[in-house]
Each structure stands twice: as C-alpha cells, then as structure tokens.
C-alpha cells in the first residue's frame, strides 16, 4: 500500500469547527426547553470542551516557541481532526441522533477516537520508528483517553441519572470501541509517518 501523503490545512478550518461547537453549547445551555439536551451536563460541556479543544494546539505553541518554529508550521490539519469529535457530539445531540438512532452513540466513540487519536498521532509520533510502535502508542493513548472519558461521563451525569442500571455493559463497549478507533488511528498515522519520512524521487 502507498503512503498516505499529507496535505497542508487551512490556519481558519479549526477555528470554525471551535465556534461552531461553542455556539451549539451555548444554545443548549442557554435556551431554555430543548427536551433532548436535559441531563447531559451541557454547563460543564460549555466549559469543558473548549479548553479541551484548545489544549493541544496551546501545548504545541508553547514547545514551538522553545525550538523556533513558526506559526506556518503549524499542524492545523492535526489541530482539526483533534477538535472535530467534540463537533460531532454537539451535533449529534442538537439533532437528536443519541436518541432517534440506536447506533449512533457506539460509531461515534469509534469514529471519534480514530479522528482524535490520528490527530494526537500526527502530532506526537513524528519521530517515532519503526511503525508498529506508532501503532502501539497511538492505540494505547486511545486506550487511555476511552477510559478518562468514561469516567468524566459517569462523574458529571450518569451517577445521579437514569442510565445508572445499563452504564456498565454501556462503558465497556464505549471503551472498547473507542479502543478499536485508536487502533485505526494508529495504523493511519503509521503510513503517514511512512509518507513524510520518504524522501522525494529525483527525475
């Protein structure tokens, strides 16, 4: 299989999946009476999600001003696939797909983990060879982050909510999924790696 070659992002495409994952916050907290965004903790997804979308890119900056790069260099590619998931969510509960598609909640913890651990493998595995190790570390990062999530889901709404008597058959396939999203990340990123460290054919 050919490399996957990586293309430059434009600097506004993670700025707008930004503020239109706030904006979509903002009205399920804000606006009074929407039925489908009752208890699922959108106060603290107003204030979480935000600062977890903009972490990554605040911790690239500051390792980039140590070592010089420039804001061009920047990986807003990365960037966006890393806040896409939070997007997805909001989205997801602003439709109503969590509640009006059974299966939507179990391909989002999968597609949305291989969106955000190719997005942190693209960033943090530039350097790591040889390719199975880049697997290994993406997915076991994955791996990681599926259980932090589950346990912040469980602390901010499921232990005093109605989901209480399901939530451990629930956590483990969310986990699980999530698991098997990093993986898919990781092989992804391994041909990207593969990609940017062949050097170019001369003609």
């Not at 916050?25 to 903009?54: C, H, N, Q, S």
């Not at 060879?129 to 599926?146: E, H, K, M, S």
Request: hydrophobic fraction near 55%; include cysteine; charge should be neutral.
């Amino acid at each position: 299989m050919a490399p996957v070659p990586i293309r430059r992002c434009p600097s506004w495409l993670p700025a707008l999946v930004l503020v239109l994952t706030v904006a979509q916050l903002a009205v399920a907290e804000w606006v009074p009476g929407i039925d489908r965004f009752a208890d699922k903790a959108f106060g603290a997804r107003l204030v979480a999600y935000p600062l977890l979308m903009l972490l990554t890119p605040a911790l690239w900056v500051l390792v980039a001003r140590r070592r010089g790069s420039t804001r061009e260099n920047a990986p807003y590619g990365a960037f966006t696939l890393v806040m896409l998931p939070f997007l997805v969510d909001v989205t997801g509960n602003s439709l109503d797909l969590y509640d009006a598609i059974g299966w939507w909640d179990d391909l989002n913890h999968f597609a949305n983990w291989a969106l955000l651990l190719t997005g942190l493998g693209l960033i943090l595995c530039r350097r790591v060879r040889p390719a199975w190790a880049v697997v290994v570390l993406v997915t076991g990062l994955g791996a990681v982050l599926a259980i932090g999530w589950e346990l912040g889901e469980w602390y901010t709404f499921i232990r005093h909510g109605t989901e209480i008597d399901t939530a451990y058959e629930d956590t483990l396939g969310d986990e699980t999924l999530g698991t098997l999203g990093a993986l898919v990340a990781g092989l992804v990123v391994a041909r990207a790696s593969r990609a940017s460290a062949t050097p170019p054919v001369s003609r």
